[in-house]
């Protein structure tokens, strides 16, 4: 699975032009950035619940 987001995290870096490999971070939003940890948080309860866990 790891492979699989780096090798879509490459892609966006063709359609962006940033270079999401110079952060040093694996996990980063389209523009490079890395995510904001409440940004994690809320999108994982939006999957639980969608899941119906």
Do not use: K
Not at 28 to 49: C, K, Y
Request: glycine share 10%.
């Amino acid at each position: 699975m790891l492979r699989a987001y780096r090798a879509r995290r490459n892609g966006w870096e063709l359609v962006s032009g940033s270079d999401c490999s110079d952060t040093g971070l694996f996990f980063v939003s389209l523009d490079g950035r890395p995510w904001h940890s409440e940004a994690i948080t809320q999108r994982f309860d939006n999957l639980v619940a969608a899941s119906g866990l």
